[in-house]
């Protein structure tokens, strides 16, 4: 079974074509600047030099016919249409309505198009590249994979925010979560990979990348999540403020004229470590400053490792007990100082004890704790379009 897996942007296409027997990555590539001039494809496939195509694409339905061209064609990995089962759409938000992944039907986008509300950068691009795949193959089965089903298991005592109850009866306002499949599968594998009790292990899984968030699970089922409504709430992030009071906007908004929408824009996109030392988002660049003694470089680092910290105190608290860590994305799969800091200046008190010459190790699973930790520490390399492909294959077999 070969499933096509497809996340897109409001400018962007990425996908993925997976052979579901072996779990092979038998293509990928990227669609850029959709809409705008000096649209660009690349295609990968592996063992042989990149495709690029440099020709307009004003719309995503013609982003995604030159993808199955460059599937099928003289660059390709099949022979034709046929051979691709079933499509697999990253969507980001499915509010309160969906518990799992699903077959897209016209109920089905009914709802995403309801929740453009709740992630209106995301899903109205989502929704363009179903359509896109409707209208390019029509009749192949479309899955919605959301980023906030893994949310759904939350208990109410973490999901609700403590403001009048109207407000999530009229718009559903509550805590969702993000980065919900990588969540869901590396605390998977990280039962698996770690041999831990499918039921009951109590997992922290750090997703430390340029958005960040990290979640708590009891045998794999979420029960808490650092972020919210939206990605904003939680971690510092590459350029999200993570938590903060909401009065920080008023005195923003009010103090250099500016909206609401204008101060979150801020929060979004123009905070986090970029923020707070102007340099990058990139914390590559923020490392290389705080070597060479810039001082909010070194405090943004300190900020963001003690927020990480503080999440997994809080986390294990919530459960009671923690059986094992695992650290993912760009940030902890490739950056062992960060994970070997964040375990040896906070988490000692759990008696968590990190192994230096197993964390020398970047994008593989591997333990990274001592023997004698009572914690359990990992790196397990996130991969959403494998689990994505997963579900895909499970509804549409
Ligand atoms: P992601 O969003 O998961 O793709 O992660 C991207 C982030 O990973 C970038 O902001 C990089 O700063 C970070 N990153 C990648 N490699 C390293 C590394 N070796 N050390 C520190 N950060 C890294």
């Known amino acids: ?3 096509l897996v497809i996340n897109c942007g409001s400018s962007s296409l990425k996908y993925q074509l997976i052979d579901m027997e072996g779990e092979k990555v038998l293509a990928k590539g990227l669609c850029e600047r959709i809409g705008i001039q000096g649209s660009r494809m690349k295609h990968e496939v592996p063992g042989q030099e990149d495709y690029i195509v440099e020709t307009d694409m004003p719309d995503h339905s013609v982003a995604v016919k030159l993808v199955f061209d460059a599937l099928t064609g003289e660059h390709g990995v099949v022979k034709s249409v046929d051979e691709i089962n079933a499509i697999g759409h990253r969507v980001l938000h499915g509010g309160n309505k969906f518990t799992q992944s699903i077959v897209v039907n016209e109920e089905v986008k009914k709802v995403i198009r309801e929740c453009f ?8 691009a989502n929704l363009m590249g179903i359509e896109a795949c409707e209208k390019v193959v ?3 089965q479309n899955v ?28 559903a306002i509550r805590r969702y979560g993000f980065h919900g499949t990588s969540h869901a599968y590396v605390s998977a594998e990280t039962i698996r990979f770690g041999g831990l009790d499918p039921e009951k292990a109590k997992v922290i899984v750090c997703h430390l990348g340029n958005g960040a968030s990290i979640s708590a699970s009891i045998g794999g089922k979420a029960v808490d999540t650092s972020m919210g409504l939206t990605p904003l709430e939680g971690l510092i992030m590459g350029t999200r403020s993570g938590d903060i009071d909401g009065a920080v906007i008023q005195f923003i908004a009010n103090h250099e004229n500016k909206s609401v929408d204008e101060v979150l824009n801020i929060l979004n996109k123009k905070s986090g470590v970029l ?33 990480v910290a503080k999440y997994i105190g809080a986390y294990a608290a919530a459960m009671n007990g923690v059986d094992a860590i695992a650290f993912t994305a760009g940030v902890g799969e ?54 994505i492909a997963r579900d895909t294959q499970r509804l549409t077999k």
């Open 1 to 3: 079974m070969k499933i």
């Open 117 to 124: 509300d709740l992630g209106p950068l995301h899903n109205p």
């Open 138 to 140: 029509p009749g192949k």
């Open 144 to 171: 919605a994979v959301f980023d906030t089903t893994f949310g759904m298991t939350l208990p109410e005592k973490a999901y609700f925010y403590a403001i009048p109850k109207e407000y999530y009866d009229k718009y």
């Open 275 to 307: 923020g707070m030392t102007g340099i990058s988002s990139d914390f590559r660049d923020i490392e290389q400053a705080a070597e060479k003694g810039n001082h909010m470089a070194e405090v943004a680092l300190d900020a963001f490792r003690y927020r």
């Open 334 to 387: 490739n950056d062992k100082v960060t994970r070997r800091l964040v375990v040896e200046q906070y988490l000692g008190y759990l008696g968590a004890k990190i192994d230096p010459e197993r964390n020398d190790v970047r994008g593989k699973e591997t333990l990274i704790s001592a023997d004698d930790s009572k914690v359990k520490l990992f790196l397990i390399p996130t991969n959403e379009e494998l689990a």
